[in-house]
């Protein structure tokens, strides 16, 4: 059933490597391996790279130089807590409906677009305030915005978060507006609020900088205009260009699974004309583009360079915010580019759980050293002379003293090497309290002579890098004698550590 379910997931994934008797390379493996929710080990360390991986990685041709043309500013705004961040976003995006162009209901879809009514400009923001989204795009390698509103608070001035904002903006590169906020309210102080943005080293047009600062009321929607003009402004100074020819580029905004739809992203498109029917690749999955909706919930045909939209028909896992969208030629090309993807990212996975084991290994031997010498220390504790029997064979008589603690256990070994390395360090064990009592050892699986042995001298059998067969197991469950199995030398001494703590007279 395995080896179908196997054959079924490669062959859903596209990979026909699949010739009986031909071994599967390292990738399929991989594939093969996680989809069934195991856990991929190399034996020899991680499974080899693709070569040329990073061009197969890529689903379009570099783009074709074409003539750009002016692109709306994709603006993010920033602010500490409670300065008026979401209430700016929501006055922002009403002034649209407010407008009476679109019937009142917005989603909150992670970008909304504002067309000005001037020369059809338009600004984009991104409608999750905060770093949320500008942080987790920039920790993808996207830009994350095009400018950053800064929102001061009048009556508050600058706090934590406003330099934080500050840092953020700078270290991205990204230029800065300002606006103040809540000029409405009686104890509301601009002045003290562009002065303390001094210390900041943000100097505003005011006092003889370059950096614009509006004074607006979000909560009234009082200057708003003057603040976009200044986005505009801005975005002319940075001249943003694009186009809108060739394959798609876009970055992930905002991602959700949407009762009823399934996948949806939605996406800024950076370059070229995104439309129905489009194959893209974003992160690990890919799509052909089934639906289009901008924030209003309307269904639209194309999407421009700068233009917000919800796009739907996502395969394989959802795309992260800050993911790159590119086009693919065909769909046969995105599931490639996905599956390479995949596989690479399980490869890395691979390597760091490969050094990880490294670690625990070490860590293992650590522990196992302390536990030898554990068994030294209670020896020497007990102080006296070495009880345990370790003489190949030696049968234990009938019990000659019924009331003194003991431990029998029977071992079976894998091979001679793990066989004496055991018995070295159970000769250490000294105690006339508990006596460790070795009934039999030998190299070779538990056979049924061994359960006998273990029922008539009430031994435990330890078997050590040994498979059991299902009629031994049997055998031992109908003769009430255990078997234990370990395939690390320190648990087979902790769990004889465990044993023997259990038959010690309790220490003060
Ligand atoms: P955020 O945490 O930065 O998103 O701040 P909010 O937008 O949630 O605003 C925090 C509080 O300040 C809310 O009670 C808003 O109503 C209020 N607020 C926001 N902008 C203004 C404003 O321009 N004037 C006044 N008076 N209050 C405002």
Redesign the pocket.
Known sequence: DDVVEILENLDKRNVNAIVNETPLDDNSILMAVSALNFKPRFINGPARKAEKEDDDLHPQPPPQESAKSKRPPIVTIM??????????LDALRNSQIAAGEFGGITQHIGAFSVDLGKKGQKVTFLDT?GHAAFSSMRARGAKGADIVVL?VAADDGVKEQTVQSIQFARSANVPLVVAV?????PNADPMRAMRSLLEHDVVVEQLGGDVQCIH?????SRNLPALQDALILQADLAELKSTKDGKVEAVIVESSVVHGIGKVCTLIVSRGTLKKGCVLVAGNSWCRVKTMQDEHGKNVTIALPSQPVRVSGWRDDLPTPGDLVLEAETVDRAQKVVNLRISKSMQEKAERDWEETAEQREKDRETYLKNRQFLLNRGQRFGSTLRCVVHKNQRIEKDQDDTHPKFRIILRTDVEGTLEAILEILSTYKSEMCSLQIVDFEVGSPTEKDIELAKETGATIYAFNLPISNQIRQKAEASGCQIDQFNVIYRLVEALKTEIESRLPKLE
């Open positions: 602010g500490h807590v409670d300065h008026g961040k979401t209430t700016l305030p929102v906020n809540k000029i409405d309210k607006v009321s979000a909560l009234q």
